[in-house]
């Protein structure tokens, strides 16, 4: 049977298959933690430098920062919203789920690549170095080659941010205040 013909019937089994399993029933709360999202806040041009950090509240004039690092033992920064040029988020976790699914997915579209190209035909020029690469082994080594360019790509996109103006103005955080709710970090401030 031809190898990207079973390559691509393998993928799409696995694909609807898994699509028609029932997902487990689960709660809101159940076994999963909360997100994380770290923060960066920009300032106002001579409002002072940037801060690092996690939104602990919103309050009417001001936000809570909780401080990470070398700062964390410090105590909550009130930050008032005239000094607050904007909020990016990353959720904590994002930069290794994206190294990881971007080596995954490296690895896979080369080794389909690699088993497209059928690797090398049989030798027949007689005498002299003659190697001879079965599409297994092309698609393997297509993948390995692969996994780099993903991981890079995945990276990437997994550290980049949600940005959120609030330029210094009253007016645009009463706007941002419900998008700004689920950035929040609740319970426990403890970082584990």
């Known amino acids: 049977m031809n190898p990207i013909l079973s390559s691509l019937t393998l993928l799409f089994l696995s694909t609807t298959l898994s699509a028609r399993m029932p997902a487990p029933e689960r709660r809101f709360n159940d076994s999963l933690p909360p997100t994380i999202y770290e923060l960066r806040l920009i300032r106002m041009p001579g409002a002072g430098s940037s801060l690092n ?3 602990g509240a919103l309050n009417e004039q001001s936000i809570t920062l909780l401080q990470t690092g070398a700062n964390r033992s410090k105590p909550a920064l009130e930050i008032p919203v005239a000094d607050i040029d904007q909020l990016k988020f990353r959720d904590e976790k994002s930069v290794g789920r994206g190294l990881l699914y971007g080596a995954g997915i490296g690895f896979g579209l080369g080794f389909i690549v690699g088993l497209a190209s059928g690797g090398t035909s049989p030798c027949t020029a007689g005498p002299g170095l003659c190697i001879h690469i079965p599409p297994a082994a092309a ?3 297509a993948g390995l080659i692969a996994i780099l360019p993903g991981t890079v790509i995945g990276g990437t996109i997994g550290s980049l941010r949600v940005k ?5 103005r ?3 955080y009463e706007r941002q205040k419900d998008k700004l709710e689920q950035y929040r ?5 403890n970082k584990n």
């Open 53 to 55: 950090g996690y939104l």
């Open 139 to 141: 698609g393997l080594f």
């Open 164 to 168: 959120i103006p609030i330029k210094g």
């Open 170 to 172: 009253q007016t645009v």
């Open 185 to 189: 970090r609740r319970g426990n401030f």
